[in-house]
């Protein structure tokens, strides 16, 4: 499996037990056993909330904020075969895919993991449903140019993440957070649900929410 295909429903733990690589366990997000659930209360939901720019100048460069998601500069996560072999399936949408891939040690503690963490970030939107659009207002010119500019080039209705006023769609979003817990508690989903749930992530805490899982298990 090189790239999933558009049309094709994949059951996760097919995804999962499909990567060749294999995990490395000495880093700071992995979780030996997920749990079953994670219980978050709406005090804990708003704290893991999100409101910064996720594209920024570097310098040298422009893009990701390294403090938002320093898992994908890790040597012993971002760095390694199978993190890109996962996000790879997506063309490189889902670094939340490429994370629970590297951070329990089995396929089928793979998908729980996956399960939780998609959840849980789901349960943050569902808390606070202007939190989407707040955190797209607080992006600034150039990183909310670049949401933009990305967005445009997906040809696909269902890969788009934004208006095509360049807005978030609260109605679209709210259809698509019903959609992504059906898909997540039946295992199953399309190619374009990693990439709503990693948009969906940019404005949550991933490494506090991952603290959270690894307090849980």
Request: aromatic share 10%; proline share 6%.
């Amino acid at each position: 499996m090189t790239v999933l295909d558009p049309e094709h429903a994949y059951p996760l733990s097919e995804i999962f037990g499909g990567l060749r690589h294999p995990v490395r366990e000495d880093h700071d997000y992995f979780v030996a056993a997920p749990p079953r659930a994670l219980l978050i209360d709406a005090t804990q939901l708003r704290r893991l909330e999100v409101r910064r720019p996720f594209f920024i100048d570097h310098g040298w460069s422009f893009g990701p904020d390294r403090d938002l998601v320093p898992f994908v500069w890790d040597d012993r996560v971002g760095g390694e075969p199978r993190f890109s072999e996962a996000e790879a399936l997506t063309d490189y949408d889902s670094g939340s895919l490429g994370l629970a891939a590297m951070s329990a040690p089995t396929a089928e503690s793979q998908v729980q993991l996956y399960r939780v963490l998609g959840q849980a970030i789901i349960q943050v939107h569902q808390n606070n449903r202007d939190l989407l659009a707040e955190w797209f207002d607080a992006q600034g010119a150039s990183s909310a140019d670049a949401f933009v500019y990305f967005d445009r080039q997906r040809p696909s209705a269902q890969e788009k993440l934004l208006a095509p006023d360049g807005t978030v769609d609260r109605v679209v979003w709210d259809a698509r957070l019903d959609e992504l817990t059906a898909c997540l508690t039946v295992g199953s989903v399309h190619k374009h649900h990693f990439r709503w749930v990693e948009f969906l992530a940019h404005s949550v805490n991933i490494p506090e929410l991952m603290r959270l899982i690894q307090a849980a298990a």
